[in-house]
């Protein structure tokens, strides 16, 4: 069941928080094993016990007595945080997140964490704390990341909606690689925690994944809110109200390789266009687009108030020399990377940024939505690091096989990824459906008029042997 057919019977008592506990925890047993999606979980009894607690008050919000893991780099009070590293392995939160404290209040269960790469980098799920997750549709290949753990576990059914966030595309390839959806919200509607810098670093957001759009809509919505402590809220429609109202008809702009400049794996361009082409059917005009700015402009820019982010959040654990050996290599060359900058460097970054910024803005007068791949790759062997090249393009760093994301994650624009179908070699792919700033709710009517044509994570669920 997805996550509001789940509140719906649990509200009218057709099942109990208990059962529910009791047939995700037997899925989770069935399943986990083999993909590796769900870590720290707590104890069955336990949990059985606050759900018997959930059917026996009144109901908190929509989400009372649904089964959530969390993603481990989020806090979730008495659970571990590893953020997948070895340094904080076993670490106890003291307190909930903001996003975690209003699922808690919308009655979410937590039962344990969903994995994530060490310290969120890389779109590619493993660390030496909790191991890899393998991908539902061949446990052989990547479920992506950095939410991976949580995209797996949703298109394994051991869960029915889940959190992830988003720095490079990961609430976007690990969705566009399981089959499912997920959002990556306007930058300022799902606020961050209020420590340390609130002005400068914007390029990472929480955001949510499920395996429907309505059900995307809810978890937003509850996600969703300003954080007076922070200093840039942005404040957006709410979504479920609207999910199924009538949509005009959409402008659609393909941006396909940016004119060159991205390479794509065989099949990624096909499969990609014909989805395109049934969205033409769907009451939308579908419109080429050629590069509208330098990419090198874009990817300088993006590399660069990266590390700049990557260090500010760092550098206490690179200064301490017992913690700097257990930081793996990408942590390493982020961080060295933003110490060795200088201001006007960050600064001419943030103006390109800035510059890309009125571009896009400027493209939306000429098009509603833009339309882009996931991922400019099929998910690869596990045991992989990263992909160290594309169509024999060679990738000069462990996260350039993922630009196709860069162009929206820059400058905090929303973006939902839509299931669009499978290669010949059975693994899933995306789409990247990206809007102006607050279309967030417009973004989910589009993408659900597209799930009621396709549905494709029920039309195609991951078999388990």
């Given at each position: 069941?997805?996550?509001?057919?789940?509140?719906?019977?649990?509200?009218?008592?057709?099942?109990?928080?208990?059962?529910?506990?009791?047939?995700?925890?037997?899925?989770i047993?069935?399943?986990?094993?083999?993909?590796?999606?769900?870590?720290s979980?707590?104890?069955?009894?336990?949990?059985?016990?606050?759900?018997?607690?959930?059917?026996?008050?009144?109901r908190?919000?929509?989400?009372?007595?649904?089964?959530m893991?969390?993603?481990?780099?989020?806090?979730?009070?008495?659970?571990?945080?590893?953020?997948?590293?070895?340094?904080?392995?076993?670490?106890?939160?003291?307190?909930?997140?903001?996003?975690?404290?209003?699922?808690?209040?919308?009655?979410?269960l937590?039962?344990?964490?969903?994995?994530?790469?060490?310290?969120?980098?890389?779109?590619h799920?493993?660390?030496?704390?909790?191991?890899?997750?393998?991908?539902?549709?061949?446990?052989?290949?990547?479920?992506?990341?950095?939410?991976?753990?949580?995209?797996?576990?949703?298109?394994?059914?051991?869960?029915?909606?889940?959190?992830?966030?988003?720095?490079?595309?990961?609430?976007?390839?690990?969705?566009?690689?399981?089959?499912?959806?997920?959002?990556?919200?306007?930058?300022?509607s799902?606020?961050?925690e209020?420590?340390?810098?609130?002005?400068?670093?914007?390029?990472?957001?929480?955001?949510?994944?499920?395996?429907?759009?309505?059900?995307?809509?809810?978890?937003?919505?509850?996600?969703?809110?300003?954080?007076?402590?922070?200093?840039?809220?942005?404040?957006?429609?709410?979504?479920?109200?609207?999910?199924?109202?009538?949509?005009?008809?959409?402008?659609?702009?393909?941006?396909?390789?940016?004119?060159?400049?991205?390479?794509?794996?065989?099949?990624?361009?096909?499969?990609?266009?014909?989805?395109?082409?049934q969205?033409?059917?769907?009451?939308?005009?579908?419109?080429?687009?050629?590069?509208?700015?330098?990419?090198?402009?874009?990817?300088?820019?993006?590399?660069?108030?990266?590390?700049?982010?990557?260090?500010?959040?760092?550098a206490?654990?690179?200064?301490?020399?017992?913690?700097?050996?257990?930081?793996?290599?990408?942590?390493?060359?982020?961080?060295?990377?933003?110490?060795?900058?200088?201001?006007?460097?960050?600064?001419?970054?943030?103006?390109?940024?800035?510059?890309?910024f009125?571009?896009?803005?400027?493209?939306?007068?000429?098009?509603?939505?833009?339309?882009?791949?996931?991922?400019?790759?099929?998910?690869?062997?596990?045991?992989?690091?990263?992909?160290?090249?594309?169509?024999?393009?060679?990738?000069d760093?462990?996260?350039?096989?993922?630009?196709?994301?860069?162009?929206?994650?820059?400058?905090?624009?929303?973006?939902?990824?839509?299931?669009?179908?499978?290669?010949?070699?059975?693994?899933?792919?995306?789409?990247?459906?990206?809007?102006?700033?607050?279309?967030?709710?417009?973004?989910?009517?589009?993408?659900?008029?597209?799930h009621?044509?396709?549905?494709?994570?029920?039309?195609?669920?991951?078999?388990?042997?």
């Amino acid at each position: 069941m997805d996550a509001l057919a789940q509140s719906a019977a649990l509200e009218r008592g057709g099942i109990s928080a208990a059962e529910l506990m009791q047939a995700t925890l037997a899925r989770i047993d069935a399943v986990n094993g083999a993909v590796n999606a769900v870590v720290s979980l707590r104890d069955g009894d336990e949990l059985l016990a606050e759900a018997r607690a959930a059917d026996a008050t009144p109901r908190k919000g929509w989400l009372h007595g649904i089964p959530m893991a969390i993603k481990d780099l989020a806090n979730v009070k008495g659970l571990p945080t590893s953020m997948g590293s070895p340094l904080f392995a076993g670490q106890i939160a003291e307190n909930d997140d903001v996003m975690v404290a209003r699922l808690r209040a919308a009655g979410a269960l937590f039962i344990g964490k969903t994995n994530t790469p060490e310290f969120g980098l890389g779109s590619h799920t493993f660390n030496p704390v909790h191991g890899a997750t393998r991908n539902p549709y061949d446990p052989g290949q990547s479920a992506g990341g950095s939410s991976g753990g949580a995209a797996a576990a949703l298109a394994a059914r051991m869960v029915s909606v889940a959190d992830g966030s988003d720095m490079m595309g990961s609430l976007r390839n690990p969705a566009g690689w399981n089959n499912v959806y997920g959002m990556r919200p306007t930058w300022g509607s799902v606020p961050s925690e209020p420590d340390g810098d609130g002005f400068i670093h914007h390029l990472s957001t929480a955001g949510p994944m499920a395996r429907n759009p309505r059900d995307l809509a809810a978890l937003l919505d509850t996600m969703t809110g300003p954080e007076p402590r922070l200093p840039h809220n942005f404040i957006t429609d709410p979504a479920l109200a609207r999910i199924d109202t009538p949509l005009p008809p959409q402008r659609l702009g393909w941006l396909g390789d940016w004119s060159g400049a991205l390479p794509y794996e065989d099949e990624i361009a096909e499969i990609s266009t014909a989805a395109l082409a049934q969205m033409g059917g769907l009451d939308t005009q579908i419109i080429e687009i050629k590069a509208p700015f330098d990419m090198g402009a874009i990817w300088d820019s993006w590399i660069t108030l990266r590390s700049f982010a990557i260090a500010g959040g760092h550098a206490a654990t690179y200064a301490n020399p017992d913690q700097r050996p257990h930081l793996k290599p990408a942590a390493l060359w982020e961080i060295e990377r933003g110490l060795a900058m200088s201001a006007m460097e960050v600064h001419r970054a943030s103006v390109t940024r800035s510059e890309w910024f009125r571009t896009v803005m400027a493209l939306f007068q000429q098009v509603d939505v833009l339309v882009m791949p996931s991922a400019q790759c099929w998910p690869f062997d596990v045991e992989k690091v990263h992909p160290t090249e594309i169509a024999g393009a060679q990738m000069d760093t462990y996260h350039r096989w993922m630009q196709v994301v860069i162009p929206a994650g820059l400058i905090g624009l929303p973006v939902v990824n839509v299931p669009i179908g499978f290669g010949t070699a059975g693994l899933p792919a995306g789409l990247q459906l990206i809007g102006p700033p607050g279309s967030d709710a417009r973004l989910l009517q589009l993408a659900q008029k597209w799930h009621q044509e396709t549905d494709w994570p029920n039309a195609r669920p991951p078999q388990f042997g």
